[in-house]
């Protein structure tokens, strides 16, 4: 039966929490935000974890609509409770209620200060779900009227000095605003809730949070940058004075600073007087053991003066923000680092297979791994050129791992399977909202290779504007994440693979010529299976190694003419292509041994002799004629000959539909109008 209840008493606008019961203790807390729908559940996608198997991966949600909050059962296998009763509708929620998720009782409430029964309560010190230490209570201080070194919310004992009902009120103010605080994602957002909360509690009229962009021993006001600013007028915000400034940042005490203008060792008439400020707080931002930065606060000419007391709760307020500061940055380089060590564990796992990965005892094979052992040790941008399948990626590897960047990442992009905005997106990064679905933060490519090696298939496809950016990065220039504006250097080796025809892209203007200039710094050409064939009969034995190894099948040679037509057959697929032949003859093997009759070969050869096989040939004479100048001229007469089929054309010259589309673009060739509409 649907429960019916009265909304009358339900909260509306105010600030309201959900506290949570771990075993006999109330200890997690979580502040409920307007316009945000809280999910409840086992996932750890969830706003509020409950680890319990009674409850529902997605288990409810609580939300505010039309001014007061609701709870509503996501179809939940055990239900949902509040007071006893299962909710089946959206159900109103009021102060004190609670609501039971399987062995976990939660309780809605407006006011944290209050314990949530007589058995339980918030205890000094517990931590809050956001990692963040509850308001401990005050310590008595030696009455300064301008300088403070401790707050006296630093430590307990202090209630009496400054009366307990505003004690209790401005512990519940730091509580809620350290709640809101460990739930920031980034710094400016702390910031700006920070200044909010000291808003609220004083007669403020202008505030800002500066913060410094690095950590430094001795810091000097031009230094601080402004991380948030908030005014209750139209006042622009102006930099305190250096000479206050230099005061806080050299002592980590706060100032409270009256009747500037008679005070000459603290007035800074380009500054205070432009601003016009009354009364000033310049507040450390500090840790044990560093400064961050500095919180101003002022009222203006006609405003209420700051007091002692505001003193107090703007360094307590400090305080806290730095220790929220630094959680904050740690959470940041965590996930800033997530990505990085994931490529790292990725590398770690194929770095013991690049050397037995390069086989091959061929002249072709020896001159190659002797290119790479002279280009590995230096920090060169190398451009790796081949066919499809010939193991480009593997010679970037066998780069990385045999030069002074092997401990650091070897990070791999393919060029070609992205648009030009997500291209962008994974070389560089993007900031949370810079485009639709942009979620929140990713590291691109380059950060994550940082220290390492960057690999770059098929270089060759970036557009023209990503092609500008990439290469200033190569000049060493810093980059920004896409949607972001701080600049970001890193330490990258760039390897590049491609087997298109960079010089006549560049013709084409498809490519900009000074990137190809800087990439073809060292040049690695790596053959194809067909111009080191007798390395073919080494490679097929390490792959029936290594697929027999992980099957049942009990295959374990070749015979004699399996081999021989492996070394008739061209290989357009080059490598690639044996692998997965040898992959499909294991599986499809009658006896231990294979035989010609398992060897499944693909229809398409090389050009030569797929032309051959068609029943046409290559023209020879001792004509001068340039090699685009014949290719050009052997495709035409293999469209012809197929009457423009060019699914059949791509498979006698050996090639993909798509690579002949490019060459016909290239050359600008198009089937004549006579010859009717292009088939295949």
Not at 72 to 96: K, Q
Not at 375 to 382: K, L, N, S
Not at 460 to 483: D, I, T
Request: charged share 25%; aromatic share 6%; proline share 4%.
């Amino acid at each position: 039966m649907a429960l019916e209840r009265s909304n009358s008493d339900s909260v509306s606008d105010q600030s309201v929490y959900l506290i949570l019961r771990d075993e006999l203790k109330w200890r997690n807390v979580f502040r409920l935000a307007p316009g945000q729908v809280t999910t409840i559940g086992r996932a750890p996608t969830n706003r509020v974890v409950v680890p319990d198997d009674i409850c529902s991966r997605h288990h409810c949600e609580i939300y505010q609509a039309d001014g007061e909050w609701l709870l509503r059962d996501l179809g939940s296998r055990n239900g949902t409770l509040i007071e006893g009763c299962r909710v089946t509708d959206d159900w109103p929620l009021s102060d004190g209620d609670q609501i039971q998720i399987g062995e976990c009782s939660l309780v809605f409430t407006p006011d944290i200060t209050r314990p949530p029964d007589s058995e339980v309560s918030l205890e000094s010190g517990t931590e809050t779900c956001d990692g963040l230490p509850a308001a401990p209570r005050a310590v008595p201080e030696p009455e300064i009227v301008f300088r403070r070194h401790k707050t006296r919310y630093h430590s307990g004992g202090g209630a009496e000095a400054i009366g307990r009902d505003r004690a209790s009120q401005e512990l519940a103010k730091m509580y809620r605003l350290a709640l809101e605080m460990g739930s920031t994602r980034d710094i400016k957002e702390l910031s700006e809730i920070v200044l909010e909360g000291l808003f609220v509690a004083g007669n403020v009229s202008i505030g800002a949070v500066l913060l410094l962009p690095k950590s430094v021993e001795h810091p000097e006001p031009s230094q601080l940058q402004i991380s948030a600013y908030r005014t209750t007028g139209d006042e622009t915000y102006e930099k305190v004075s250096n000479s206050l400034s230099t005061i806080v940042l050299n002592d980590w005490e706060a100032v409270l600073a009256r009747d500037i203008k008679e005070d000459s060792r603290l007035t800074d008439k380009a500054s205070l007087q432009k601003l016009q400020a009354y009364s000033v707080i310049c507040a450390p931002i500090r840790t044990k053991d560093a400064i961050y930065g500095l919180i101003h606060l002022y009222t203006t000419q006609g405003g209420s003066h700051l007091e002692l007391d505001d003193l107090d709760y703007t360094l307590a307020v400090a305080d806290q923000f730095a220790v929220a500061l630094e959680h904050l940055k740690e959470k940041l380089h965590l996930q800033d680092g997530l990505a990085k060590a994931k490529d790292e564990a990725k590398t770690l796992r194929h770095q013991l297979a690049i050397e037995s990965d390069l086989i091959g005892d061929s002249p072709a094979m020896q001159s190659l791994k002797d290119t790479i052992a002279r280009v590995a040790p230096t920090d060169a941008t190398a451009l790796i050129r081949g066919e499809s399948g010939v193991g480009k990626e593997l010679v970037a590897r066998a780069i990385h791992f045999s030069s002074d960047r092997r401990s650091g990442p070897f990070v791999c992009m393919n060029c070609a399977a992205l648009s030009e905005t997500l291209l962008e997106s994974e070389l560089f990064g993007h900031e949370k909202g810079s485009f639709t679905g942009a979620a929140g933060r990713k590291i691109g490519k380059f950060e994550q290779a940082d220290r390492g090696t960057l690999f770059l298939d098929e270089v060759g496809e970036m557009s023209l504007p990503v092609q500008a950016k990439f290469l200033r990065v190569l000049e060493g220039h810093p980059f920004e994440r896409v949607g972001g504006g701080s600049p970001i250097n890193v330490d990258v080796r760039v390897v590049a693979a491609t087997n298109r025809d960079l010089e006549q892209a560049i013709e084409e203007k498809t490519f900009r010529q000074d990137l190809f200039f800087r990439l073809f710094v060292m040049e690695i050409a790596v053959p194809a299976l067909r111009d080191h064939a007798s390395d073919i009969p080494v490679l097929a034995h390490y792959f029936l190694q290594k697929f027999t190894s992980k099957t049942s099948n009990q295959v374990q040679e070749f015979s004699d003419a399996a081999i021989q037509q492996l070394m008739e057959y061209q290989w357009p697929g080059n490598i690639r292509e044996l692998q997965n032949t040898i992959e499909r003859a294991v599986i499809l093997a009658r006896n231990s041994t294979i035989e010609p009759a398992d060897i499944q070969l693909s229809t398409r050869t090389t050009s030569s002799k797929a032309a051959a096989a068609a029943g046409g040939s290559i023209k020879q004479d001792n004509r001068d004629i340039s090699l685009d100048r014949l290719e050009r001229e052997h495709i035409l007469s293999t469209l012809e000959r197929t009457n423009w089929n060019k699914s059949m054309a791509s498979q006698i010259l050996g090639i993909e539909r798509s690579t002949l589309d490019r060459k016909l673009k290239r050359y600008k060739v198009s089937r004549p109008s006579r010859s009717g509409r292009d088939s295949g």
